[in-house]
């Protein structure tokens, strides 16, 4: 067992291999361990949720600058069920997708507002 406690390091994210601060509960100070708020891009995309010795854990948000932001589960570091992207403004709506141990799944021809086919289409109630 290690010492845990709270602070910022410097960490590099697996999945979307980027260079950000992690800001929550460490264990032995430089490994993400609890709840926590991983930035990156001078603070402009963030990804909130809770590690286990370093792994993504349970329901998370990916949050953009914009407004947009990406709502899931992680089992052992893998995107997991359904995960939504919800398109913020003043007519939002959300694209929903299927993840099975970090692949999306099944397809759609819903397009994207950037143009992508993928996902289904349903307006924020």
Do not use: C
């Not at 708020?37 to 809770?50: A, Y």
């Not at 998370?60 to 919800?86: A, D, S, T």
């Not at 403004?89 to 959300?94: H, Q, S, T």
Request: no cysteine; hydrophobic share 25%.
């Amino acid at each position: 067992m290690g010492s845990e406690s709270t602070g910022t390091i410097t960490w590099l994210e697996p999945e979307y291999k980027y260079h950000g601060s992690y800001t929550g509960s460490l264990k032995n100070g430089k490994i993400p361990h609890g709840k926590g708020d991983f930035s990156q891009q001078n603070g402009r995309k963030h990804l909130v949720g809770e590690w286990v010795d370093g792994i993504k854990q349970g329901p998370f948000i990916r949050m953009y600058g914009n407004g947009f932001h990406w709502k899931g589960n992680y089992v052992n570091n893998l995107r997991e069920g359904v995960w939504q992207y919800v398109y913020a403004g003043a007519n939002p709506i959300i694209n929903k997708y299927n993840y099975s141990q970090g692949h999306r799944i099944g397809r759609s021809n819903v397009t994207h507002k950037d143009g992508l086919k993928m996902g289904s289409l349903s307006p924020i109630m």
